[in-house]
């Protein structure tokens, strides 16, 4: 329907699905209302503050203690990844207790405690309520979480009575040691295809690890470890078992079979008050549900600006569409494939790089998100040269500008235009402050986020709030330099209507930010299924990380090509994409400062550099444009 997120009626449809999905996913994960969900706060061993959902039965008799799960995610994730997990013990009459590690989520990071992250206080904080079967305690945790979960039961192995490890090891970092004695149930479910074999089990291939002396010291054999057979028993909390789903590790929380595994053995070791098969899962229809939930709050975004750019305040956010003078024909292709790979190439080396030259201090916290700092910012360096050499050498022969490519209001010189620059701005930020809006309604009316598996966009803390604030200008230039990229050298000529062309231009920017990568992680993973190695060996982690962008870029592109056609400029999409990318990438990353000494020098001065080159793009020339510049597109 042309115009629709113009209309009124569009922010009505959006909200409506946001809360028919919403309401759906809630139904899920509250089994019916037959589970009760409470987000919970509790002082850690070292005085930080740690998080956690709790699931109880909604209509439990508290005089009846019940058995009790502990569960934790992994590095870089929240509470939130263990929903899979946490909705299936939850339904089968378990109290659960699913934590933020340290450091991630709304969980305060501690010097203190490098190896448990918090797990021996949730432990402490299960077992104290009135509640819960201090005899019947589990924990289960997936990679990082299953170290922290392991070293908290080694620690207190009397408070512990069953322990499953998802993706994860013994003896790594100190998570602990189990051999055949360890008094309490264990199973380690280690997928086909995990990524981090080498690390947690010094062997090559995931399906090495049968043989491996650290799991013959757990299940106290000789030979090699047989799937899914018991060692042990049950009854004196010696049970052993090993599980191989034919997943990778990200894929632990998407598998039904990796759940499945998990429930399995917790029916088997603390029989369920309401024992369920295994095999009946309903967890991913709630995931669903937040990923339709998801769409309709980008809907939303999208009705929310259509809207405002009819009120006469944002009027000047918008001009007459300028025609397209970027490259064409051949040089196009060959264009938008230097442009997508370059971004997939500097990938992992200018993020090991970013992750070097600033350590998670007091300004940037956040060490993976400081090694995304350098890879964009080094990317608008060479997108801003490419497009230069583009410019000199090609455009400027058939006419293009400043103006052509979205950046100037005038084309006659160069100018920005103050008055639509404050509404672009105004425009932006009421667009992304109305998605966190309802990202917070939806916190608080269901518990839930929007996500789909690795991708979620979640409500952040006051400090996560602040953090995302200092790394928006670094993020700025990259999608001010994007945005010229894919809306000034790399527009395509119009279609044969409004709808055709709009999704031509979604389509070839989002081919263009998104194939680069996605071609890495082929070659990654490919390479993985194939012969059990990944193609870059060293890079498991930023390889799982990569995953994310697919998504992401094309929502990025999604925006910038939304907000230019209706605005004629690339500012409005720049500015939405920095708050929302900064967002997503703060609020799901882990914050590594704790009070350390680190020095912030390089951090704050690449910080004012930005600044800096960011205030002379958007205020040099500035000028009040002609009502011609500023008046709205037919």
């Known amino acids: 329907m042309k115009n629709f997120f113009s209309r009124p009626l569009s922010i ?19 089994d019916n209302g037959n589970v009760s969900i409470k987000d919970v706060r509790f002082v850690g061993d070292n005085g930080n503050l740690l998080s956690a959902l709790l699931y109880t039965p909604a209509k439990m008799d508290p005089t009846k203690p019940l058995p009790a799960v502990l569960t934790m995610h992994g590095y870089i994730n ?6 899979a997990f946490d909705i299936e013990f939850a339904r089968r009459g378990y109290v659960v207790l699913s934590m933020d590690m340290e450091g991630h989520g709304y969980s305060e990071q501690s010097p203190l405690d490098p190896t448990m992250r918090g797990s021996l206080a949730g432990l402490s904080y299960l077992r104290n309520l009135a509640f819960v079967n201090k005899e019947k305690i589990a924990l289960e945790g997936h990679s990082m979480g299953g170290w922290s979960i392991l070293a908290a039961a080694t620690a207190k192995p009397e408070w512990v009575h069953t322990v499953i490890q998802e993706g994860s090891s013994t003896e790594t970092f100190y998570s602990g040691e189990v051999t055949a004695k360890t008094p309490f149930n264990y199973a380690i479910v280690f997928s086909k295809y995990d990524e981090f074999a080498p690390l947690m089990w010094e062997v090559a291939k995931a399906p090495q690890i049968v043989g491996t002396d650290k799991l013959k010291k757990v299940f106290g054999a000789a030979d090699s470890i047989v799937p899914e057979k018991l060692y042990g028993s049950f009854d004196n909390k010696s049970a052993r078992m090993l599980y191989t789903p034919n997943v990778i590790h990200p894929g632990d929380h998407w598998s039904k079979a990796a759940v499945g595994n998990a429930i399995d053995f917790l029916q088997q070791s603390m029989p369920a008050p309401a024992p369920i098969d295994p095999s009946s899962q309903v967890w991913r229809t709630k995931e669903y549900g937040t990923f339709v939930a998801m769409i309709g709050a980008f809907l939303f975004l999208f009705s929310v600006a259509g809207n405002m750019l009819r009120a006469g305040l944002f009027q000047a956010a918008v001009r007459p569409r300028p025609d397209g003078k970027g490259i064409t024909g051949s040089g196009w292709i060959v264009g938008a494939l230097i442009s997508t790979a370059i971004p997939a190439v500097t990938f992992f080396k200018f993020q090991e790089w ?30 801003a040269i490419l497009i230069g050499l583009w410019h ?57 986020d929007f996500r789909i598996w690795v991708m979620a966009f979640k409500v952040m803390s006051w400090d996560q709030f602040v953090l995302m ?27 044969s209507s409004e709808t055709a062309t709009a999704w031509k231009w ?50 990025i592109s999604l925006v910038s090509t939304y907000f230019f056609r209706k605005t004629g400029t690339i500012y409005a999409g720049a500015i939405a994409n920095t708050l929302l990318i900064t967002w997503y990438i703060v609020a799901g990353q882990a914050t590594q400062y704790a009070g350390q000494a680190v020095s912030n020098t390089s951090s704050i001065v690449t910080f004012l550099i ?25």
């Open 610 to 634: 930005c600044a800096v080159v960011a205030a002379i793009i958007l205020l040099v020339k500035r000028t009040k444009a002609s009502k011609a510049d500023s008046s709205l597109s037919a």
């Open 392 to 448: 000199f050498f090609l455009n400027r022969k058939e006419g293009g500008s400043t103006f052509h490519y979205g950046v100037s209001y005038s084309a006659a010189r160069f100018e920005i235009d103050l008055r639509g620059l404050w509404a672009s701005i105004v425009l932006a930020v009421s667009s992304v402050g109305s998605l966190y809006l309802l990202t917070l309604l939806i916190d608080s009316w269901f518990h839930l």
């Open 506 to 555: 979604f389509g070839a920017n989002a081919a263009i930010n998104t194939l680069g990568i996605l071609v890495l992680i082929l070659m990654q993973y490919v390479t993985l299924f194939s012969t059990g190695e990944l193609f870059w060996k060293t890079q498991a982690l930023l390889g799982i990380v990569a995953f994310q962008f697919v998504p992401v870029n094309i929502v």
């Open 469 to 495: 604030l200092k790394y928006t200008v670094p993020f700025l230039l990259f999608f001010l330099a994007n945005g010229l990229l894919i809306h000034g050298q790399l527009r395509l000529k119009e279609g």
């Open 354 to 383: 970013g992750s070097k030259w600033f350590p998670a201090g007091s300004f940037w916290g956040q060490s993976i998100t400081n090694g995304f700092v350098i890879w964009v910012l080094f990317n608008a360096v060479i997108a």
């Open 12 to 30: 009505i449809v959006s909200l409506l699905i946001v809360l028919i999905s919403g309401l759906i996913a809630n139904n899920v994960q509250t």
């Open 78 to 83: 929240s509470r939130e990844a263990q929903t």
